[in-house]
């Protein structure tokens, strides 16, 4: 009788499929919130007066900053989306992007809790709305996920087709 005895590779442990899997996780998440602060950061730009009327409506800042930030944050959202598109400085992004997000959670919070019928701009328009116009919990549960998703960039920014991976020693 001949018994037959067969070799076989022992299966990667769980810990290995998971460190194989983080780039392409990252590469997602990245491309995601490229994609949301491009979105955000080109409706803005296309209507300047409307991102400082939705500045505005916060009633956060002196009416000397409002101009400044209402034309300044699309331009930062732009900025944001191409660093993580391109995977360049991917880590810093997603930090810059967390501080961002932490803030609009701040304003829209405070928006809620004070009562005010804002529509918080986030993808053009923005100011005064009826209050049956407001979304505020639909807005604080988006910003909190996108937060969610740039602490996994920061943590994890190694991702696959990035300028950062290409640029590695």
Do not use: N
Not at 35 to 53: N, R
Not at 95 to 110: C, E, H, K, N, P
Not at 149 to 165: C, E, G, H, K, Y
Request: hydrophobic residues 55%; contains cysteine.
């Amino acid at each position: 009788m001949t018994t037959r005895f067969t070799t076989r590779t022992p299966a990667p442990a769980r810990g290995d499929r998971v460190r194989r899997a983080l780039p392409g996780l990252s590469t997602a998440v990245r491309l995601a919130l490229a994609l949301v602060w491009g979105w955000a950061g080109w409706t803005k730009i296309q209507d300047p007066a409307a991102s400082v009327q939705a500045v505005r409506a916060f009633r956060i800042l002196p009416e000397a900053l409002v101009t400044p930030v209402g034309h300044g944050l699309p331009a930062l959202e732009l900025a944001f989306a191409g660093l993580l598109l391109a995977g360049l400085r991917v880590r810093l992004a997603a930090v810059l992007s967390a501080l961002l997000l932490t803030g609009f959670l701040a304003g829209i919070v405070q928006a809620w809790a004070r009562g005010l019928s804002i529509d918080c701009g986030c993808f053009g328009g923005g100011g005064e709305v009826d209050s049956a116009d407001t979304h505020y919990l639909r807005e604080v549960l988006r910003d909190a996920g996108l937060l969610v998703l740039s602490a996994w960039a920061a943590r994890w920014p190694v991702s696959r087709f990035s300028l950062d991976a290409a640029l590695a020693p």
